[in-house]
């Protein structure tokens, strides 16, 4: 077997290059973030392979998806990067090329969203590859989930159901057969790569009642927040914004349409606001805030309930 890093070679080559002036070189045990006026906003997440992504994904891809998912929470919140934290497992048999495009990845992202590594941990697992990334971001306003009231507008940037639809077409080859090789390129992409939306920092902090990001399936999602808020939801299925893949794909399996609302992966931000805001182009409104937490209904084009086997993904 071909040598690998000490864990103190993996953090001096591999992570130290990458990581930013808190870290203070990653040669001690914390790191040293300057104060603010402005409130720090902090959230984790843990991916696992065979759970979160592939075990054959390329390396740099599952890095740069673990450490946007986190931006992606940050951005609900309305908060900016300021770094991140990266506690990595690694299993029997990881290789120093693996581990070097996986950094790249990571280094690369970590540049585009100005979000610099700036700590973290390493150990070796038996289990399977296992990341958890920790990610700081500094807010003027901090936007709850628990802000929606009864007559806001119920909004939702970009497309929804892509994420779920590429995560389909894997486990379906039959189905990645009869797209197009535009959208299954397009389905695939938006899986493996989310986009985190903090080009919607300024609205959500000047309009937003109440936000948090599409990750487990836009119904359960809103579920989430409406039971936060403690109000009820009424959504036009209809207006629920789709890409053109998305809608190649659920013209092939209708059944897809209720995998691109419950599915998740997306990414984007779902938020309510006062029902005179308009929104920009790419922030589709999907229905409104009704009186009454029991309440959480997404109806056809008829105006008729739709019945979700379940409303989103969960864990357990």
Known sequence: MPSRYTEDELIARVFAPIAGAAALGLKDDAALIGASPEPT???????????????????????????????????????????????????????????????????EDAAT???????????????????????????????????????????????????????????????????????????????????????????????ANAAMDVSDGLAGDLAKLCAASGVGAVVEAPMVPLSDAAREAIALAPGLFETALTGGDDYEILFTAAPGFSPPDGVARIGEIAIGPATLEFRSAAKKPLIFKKLSFSHF
């Open 113 to 207: 969203y100005a979000a610099p590594l700036i700590g973290g941990d390493t150990t070796a697992t038996p289990g399977p590859l296992t990341i958890s990334i920790t990610a700081l971001g500094r807010a003027s306003r901090f936007v709850p989930r628990t802000g929606a009231k009864a007559g806001d507008a119920i909004y939702v940037s970009g497309t929804i159901g892509d994420a779920a639809l590429g995560l389909a077409m894997r486990r379906d080859a039959t189905l990645a057969a009869r797209l197009s090789p535009a959208a299954r390129a397009h389905l695939l992409d938006r899986y493996l790569l989310p986009r985190p939306r903090l080009d919607l920092l300024p609205l959500l902090r000047d309009h």
């Open 41 to 107: 906003v902090a959230t984790v997440d843990m991916l696992v392979a065979g759970v979160h992504f592939f075990p054959d994904d390329p390396p740099g891809a599952v890095a740069r998806k673990a450490l946007r998912i986190n931006l992606s929470d940050l951005a609900a919140k309305g908060a900016a990067p300021v770094g991140f934290l990266l506690s990595l497992a690694l299993p029997t048999g990881w290789t120093n090329d693996w581990l070097a495009a996986f950094a790249a990845g990571l280094a």
